[in-house]
């Protein structure tokens, strides 16, 4: 049993050297293809990410670290950075939690514009009505297309 374990590991650990970016599941993906037999515990595929250096927690330590220096730093481009050399896969909101707090951007709400309707003119036989619009251009546009139905 244990030569099987060694074996693994010296397979796992090739995989990973290979390429860095990949995913457990990915990694036992190919072990059962390459080694055959039943699946392995993704307990050694960690150990092996963790001595190889390439774990979640160093990665997010990393990326915290980088993003200190460069507070304004893309999110896309640390998140393909972070997947290229340690395989860890962020998205964007992950990446905001880790800037530091100056950098970050508050929230803001937009209230929403809109048009006000005008007065209505009542001549012999027709009806003119005026409106007066204050909102984004497509409120605008969508107020008027209501009118037109």
């Known amino acids: 049993m244990k030569a099987q374990d060694d074996r693994i590991r010296?397979?796992?650990v090739g995989v990973l050297k290979k390429d860095r970016s990949l995913t457990e599941r990915e990694v036992k993906a190919a072990v059962v293809r390459e080694l055959g037999g039943r699946p392995i515990n993704a307990r050694v595929i960690r150990a092996v990410r963790k001595g190889l250096g390439?774990?979640?927690?160093?990665?997010?330590?990393?990326?915290?670290q980088l993003?200190?220096?460069?507070?304004?730093l893309e999110a896309k481009k640390v998140i393909t950075d972070l997947s290229e050399r340690f395989g860890v896969r962020l998205s964007p909101p992950d990446v905001t939690r880790l800037r530091p707090d100056r950098a970050r951007q508050p929230r803001t709400?937009?209230?929403?514009?809109r048009v006000k309707p005008g007065k209505a003119r009542r001549s012999a036989n027709t009806v003119t009505v005026s409106h007066h619009a204050d909102g984004s251009p497509t409120d605008v546009a969508r107020?008027?297309?209501?009118l037109a139905e």
């Open 143 to 146: 107020f008027f297309r209501t």
């Open 67 to 72: 993003l200190a220096k460069n507070p304004r």
């Open 54 to 64: 390439i774990d979640r927690p160093r990665a997010l330590a990393w990326a915290r």
């Open 10 to 12: 010296v397979f796992v």
């Open 109 to 113: 709400t937009k209230t929403k514009r």
